[in-house]
């Protein structure tokens, strides 16, 4: 099998202007054969905002809380990554063949680029976002490990990538807002990564009540406890340390690396706040979303 090469790092490629990771770029025109099953889920995130949690918590949901069960694959084989394309690794796509219904599916992509097959079925969305200075910071470090990312520089140089829309899946502030938009006329559940924090079981909640399931008490509060960033960080199922040292690299970062809202402080500087604050209302000016920057 081809292995990527340690320090690959190919330039990221735009397409239809969204810059994309290399690998990626080529699933773009695959998936508009995607065919879609009426029963998918599917859960959409700009990069680092939960994906991972809420793919663990829906998968539990699905397996009425059986650890074994959800202890059967890694998430990546369990949850579809849509676009997902390394060498020496599983497309997305071929993944997606080898797993029955109902399915659960991961993107990352913005509203442009999604197979329009999703949209036309009324697929079930379930779309998590973070606020974007913990996504910043967790962005750059994820950066480092995954190794199918260019170099992001130094934090500074990353910042300004970030801010002006240049990472891959390109601005955060767009992605945020058009998910918002399309709740408006989809079946979406909109949930913030903040609000997990704060109340994970009432998140849970809804999530089974949006996938049409009931589940009893304790068993939401399993759910809860073996969903925890703890629980999650120990599971190599989970963890992402399946994943060839070639592509992520987890003595760089761990991908379940701290698993907190407010974590940005540490790495932000004064100066960058103030820059990013005064840019953040520029770009989110008449939006009614709000994010919790600290808990
Ligand atoms: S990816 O690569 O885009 O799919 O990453 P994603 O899963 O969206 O986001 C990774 C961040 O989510 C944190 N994480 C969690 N936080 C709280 N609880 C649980 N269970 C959990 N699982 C993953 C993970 O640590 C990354 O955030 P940071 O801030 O880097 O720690």
Redesign the pocket.
């Known amino acids: 099998m081809e292995q990527i090469e340690d320090g690959s790092r190919p330039p990221l490629v735009s397409v239809k202007g969204i810059p994309l990771i290399k690998y990626f770029a080529e699933s773009i025109e695959l998936l508009k054969n995607f065919q879609v099953w009426p029963d998918d889920v599917l859960i959409s995130?700009y990069?680092?905002?939960?994906?991972?949690?809420v793919s663990?918590i829906l998968d539990m949901i699905y397996h009425g809380g059986d650890q074994e069960k959800c202890q059967r694959a890694p998430i990546y084989d369990r949850v579809p990554f849509l676009e997902f394309k390394a060498p020496g690794s599983r497309s997305g796509m071929e993944t997606l063949q080898e797993i029955p219904a109902p399915r659960i599916l991961?993107t990352?992509l913005p509203l442009s680029l999604l197979p329009q097959a999703l949209l036309d079925r009324k697929i079930k969305i379930i779309y998590?976002a973070r606020n974007a200075k913990?996504v910043a910071?967790?962005y750059f470090?994820?950066y480092k490990m995954?190794k199918v990312h260019p170099d992001p520089g130094t934090w500074e140089e990353f910042l300004e990538t970030f801010m002006t829309g240049k990472v891959a899946y390109g601005s955060w502030y767009q992605h945020v807002l058009e998910w918002q938009e399309l709740s408006k006329r989809h079946p979406v559940l909109y949930l913030f990564?903040e609000d997990?924090?704060k109340d994970p079981k009432r998140e849970i909640q809804k999530i089974t009540e949006f996938v049409g399931q009931s589940l009893p008490e304790d068993i939401l509060d399993r759910i809860v406890q073996q969903?925890?960033?703890k629980?999650?960080?120990e599971n190599p199922m989970?963890n992402y340390t399946t994943v060839p040292n070639g592509i992520m690299d987890h003595s760089i970062s761990p991908?379940?690396?701290?698993?907190?809202t407010g974590?940005w402080k540490n790495t932000f500087t004064v100066a960058q706040n103030e820059r990013f604050d005064a840019d953040y209302e520029k770009k989110m000016a008449g939006s009614d979303l709000h994010f919790d920057m600290e808990l």
Do not use: C, I, L
Request: glycine content about 6%.
């Open positions: 995130t990069p680092k905002s939960g994906t991972t949690w663990e991961k990352h998590v913990d910071v967790s470090n994820f995954a990564y997990m924090k969903t925890s960033f629980k999650m960080k989970a991908f379940m690396r701290k698993g907190t974590d």
